[in-house]
């Protein structure tokens, strides 16, 4: 039996999250997607070269994927097999692993502040539970669409920080407030990510500090989003928010190995909470956002795999630290290579030296959209429309150098055949 939309109404109190009806509705990737498909229906012929979706395309490390068998093999033996693991917060062995990882840049991150996760976009989106709705959020725009859904989910309100061609794509903070209703407001929650999907542009560590120093002022929290920490060659680009003074009392970085160390499909990455994060609740009680984030997760998340953190832990040892660099320069030649392109047509972007990210001024004065079709229509390459970022996104185009050498090469020739 079909029950109509309106008697269904009439019978259900059933009420939804009405705040998802707000989200974009065709997702930036599906639109992508239904484009290329009807492209390649007709023209069978045509080879694409794929430069949009941020995946990988190198396999996992040898020491990764032996790691991972060997921890299989542990779970097949009764003396060695292992269930729940009892905080969910991740195995010692792994938060160590991490905590050296940061030493060995110079940052000072205990074991005990980090927690294991299956990716910083669960994170990205969960973090936000231990925070009120009425907090405004600020985000810079462009950004990665997850910042801005998983706040629209709970009806926050959210103001925008440009990040344009004048500042380089790296928005500063603005100290006169952002406009919200007609009123001057200070945000309380600040998303910042360097290196920047999808701009490729970095925070220098004098540019974090001013963004530190105003999140003290505003008693904001910065929610520190350094998924590419690994692609930043610059000594004087920070890694880690946690190598500038103060940062442990103002923000929570997040951070994955699905760039670092090819595990997309994977899932792995880790949450600093430092135990100096401290706030008042509304009765005047000190709280630690740690223990707060603690038993959100303690209630919700019950741990990575015991095989995929031991494959990480491998990724932090000498040797898979060396393996997992093969990758990384091989996707550094690629940013290289569409960097000289880019440079030698004159083409403005940002990106590429401390990013796997290419961020481009659409040539021909087009809209992101339009270079899309341009591009998948005359040379069969396909790129991400800034547009799908955010507002100052609308004449810009994303290229990422995870793909192949040889495409890449074979699509940098392509492009330069559109001047
Ligand atoms: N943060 C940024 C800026 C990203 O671009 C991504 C993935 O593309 C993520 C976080 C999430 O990565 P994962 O969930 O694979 O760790």
Not at 221 to 240: C, G, K, T, V
Not at 260 to 283: H, M, N, Q, W
Not at 340 to 362: A, Q
């Amino acid at each position: 039996m079909f029950l109509t939309a309106k008697f269904y109404y009439e019978v259900s109190a059933l009420k939804i999250n009405e705040n998802y009806l707000k989200l974009e509705k065709n997702y930036l990737f599906i639109r992508i997607a239904q484009k290329v498909k009807a492209f390649q229906t007709t023209h069978p012929e045509k080879k694409i070269i794929r430069m949009g979706i941020g995946d990988v395309t190198q396999p996992l490390a040898p020491i990764v994927v032996d790691a991972m068998k060997k921890a299989a093999d542990e779970l097949a033996v009764k003396e060695t097999f292992r269930g729940y693991e009892d905080s969910g917060a991740g195995y010692d062995f792994l938060r160590q692993a991490v905590s050296e990882y940061y030493k060995s840049f110079g940052a000072d991150v205990p074991a005990s502040d980090i927690r294991i996760n299956d990716g910083a976009k669960s994170d990205c989106g969960n973090l936000v539970d231990i925070f009120d709705d009425s907090n405004i959020i600020l985000i810079t725009d462009p950004a990665y669409p997850v910042y801005v859904d998983s706040n629209l989910m709970n009806g926050r309100q959210i103001v925008y920080a440009d990040s344009n061609e004048e500042n380089g794509f790296a928005a500063m903070p603005d100290p006169d407030g952002y406009d919200l209703n007609g009123k001057k407001i200070f945000p309380d929650i600040i998303y910042l990510c360097s290196p920047n999907n999808p701009t490729g542009a970095v925070y220098t560590k004098e540019q974090l500090a001013i963004w530190i120093a105003y999140a003290k002022q505003h008693h904001a929290i910065i929610l520190y989003d350094a998924a590419y920490e690994a692609f930043i060659r610059d000594e004087n680009i920070p890694r880690s928010i946690y190598l500038l003074d103060g940062a442990k009392e103002t923000a929570i970085e997040l951070c994955s190995l699905s760039k670092t160390a090819g595990f997309t499909g994977v899932r792995c990455g880790y949450t600093v909470v430092p135990a100096e994060l401290k706030t008042i609740a509304s009765d005047g009680t000190e709280v630690s956002l740690a223990q707060l984030w603690n038993r959100r997760e303690g209630s919700k998340f019950n741990g990575v795999s015991y095989p995929v953190q031991r494959a990480a832990e491998a990724v932090f040892t000498p040797e898979g630290q060396k393996q997992v660099r093969k990758s990384i320069l091989y996707y550094q030649e690629n940013a290289r290579v569409i960097a000289e392109t880019l440079t030698e047509l004159h083409v403005p972007f940002t990106g590429g030296i401390n990013s796997p990210y290419i961020w481009f001024k659409c040539p021909f004065e087009m809209d992101s959209w339009t270079f899309f079709d341009k591009m998948l229509n005359e040379i069969a390459v396909v790129g991400t429309p800034g547009a799908g970022f955010g507002k100052n996104g609308v004449n810009w185009f994303r290229l990422t150098a995870f793909g192949d050498q040889e495409e890449t090469r074979e699509a940098m020739h392509r492009f330069r055949s559109l001047f």
